[in-house]
C-alpha cells in the first residue's frame, strides 16, 4: 500500500506563492501517474495537474500559466509550485497516485493541506 503525506500549504495573500509536496511510502510495485486535486469551500473536488512516470504534465485552466506541477521518481515525490496565488485557489489540496501493488491498479489519495489565499 502507498501512503501520500502532503506539505507545504499555509496562507499567503494574493500573487505570493506556494510549493506544495507530496511524498510517497510503503510498498509497491511502480508508481505511475501523480496529481494534484483542490477542493474549494463547499465545492467538488477538481483537478488541477497531473503528471506521468515518463514526465509529461496536463494542467487543467485554473493552474496554466500560474503553477508547475514536478516530480522525483528516485525520491517518489510529486510537487506543485503555485506563483500568482488568487484568493479563489483558496481550498484543500491533495495529492494522488495511481500505483500497482498486489491488488491491482489503485488509486491512493493524501489526506490534504490547506491553502489559504487573502486579498
Known amino acids: 500500500q502507498v501512503q501520500l503525506v502532503e506539505s507545504g500549504g499555509g496562507s499567503v495573500q494574493a500573487g505570493g506563492s506556494l510549493r506544495l509536496s507530496c511524498a510517497a511510502s510503503?510498498?509497491?510495485?511502480?508508481?505511475?501517474?501523480m496529481g494534484w486535486y483542490r477542493q474549494p469551500p463547499g465545492k467538488q473536488r477538481e483537478l488541477v495537474a497531473d503528471?506521468?512516470?515518463?514526465?509529461?504534465?496536463h494542467y487543467t485552466d485554473v493552474a496554466k500559466g500560474r503553477f508547475t506541477i514536478s516530480r522525483d521518481n528516485a525520491k517518489n515525490t510529486v510537487s506543485l509550485q503555485m506563483n500568482g496565488l488568487k484568493p479563489e485557489d483558496t481550498g484543500v489540496y491533495y495529492c494522488?497516485?495511481?500505483?500497482?501493488?498486489?491488488?491491482?491498479?489503485?488509486?491512493?489519495w493524501g489526506q490534504g493541506t490547506q491553502v489559504t489565499v487573502s486579498s
Open positions: 494522488n497516485a495511481y500505483y500497482q501493488y498486489r491488488q491491482g491498479p489503485t488509486l491512493g
Open positions: 510503503g510498498s509497491w510495485f511502480s508508481i505511475g501517474a
Open positions: 503528471i506521468t512516470s515518463g514526465g509529461y504534465t
